[in-house]
């Protein structure tokens, strides 16, 4: 069974950058599609990126989609999303989910992914 574990989170000020860093264990990680989401406290866990096994395709929030990157390193059973240009409505738990896909889908819905790390707290003030 794969687990998953989220690094990197941290309070920052606007602007600045944070990289965040998803590892994996168990299970063949190539085959997997990784999602990071967010939460804040009393709202739904909210779509951020995706990237699709061997990192073929990704795909980003708009809220997200000028400012983060998505990438994976397969060999390390890692996934990054660097975070740029931070601004307060970034503050959020984050949390990276997989599920086994070889297609080229990219998944957008938090029932889409099946296993889940335990967060990651990133806090942007101004």
């Known amino acids: 069974q794969m687990r998953l574990v989220e690094s990197g989170g941290g309070s920052v000020q606007v602007g600045d950058s944070l990289r965040l860093s998803c590892a994996a264990s168990?299970?063949?990680?190539?085959?997997?599609?990784v999602g990071w989401f967010r939460q804040v406290p009393g709202k739904d866990r909210e779509f951020v990126s995706t990237?699709?096994?061997?990192?073929?395709?990704?795909y980003f929030a708009g809220s997200v989609k000028d400012r983060f990157t998505i990438s994976r390193d397969d060999a390390k059973s890692m996934v990054y999303l660097q975070m740029n240009n931070l601004e307060p409505v970034d503050t959020a738990v984050y949390y990276c989910?997989?599920?086994?896909?070889?297609?080229?889908?990219?998944?957008?819905?938090?029932?889409?992914?099946?296993?889940w790390g335990q967060g990651t707290q990133v806090t942007v003030s101004s």
């Open positions: 989910g997989a599920r086994w896909s070889r297609s080229g889908v990219t998944y957008t819905r938090r029932n889409d992914y099946s296993i």
């Open positions: 168990g299970g063949t990680f190539d085959e997997y599609s």
């Open positions: 990237i699709t096994w061997a990192g073929r395709r990704t």
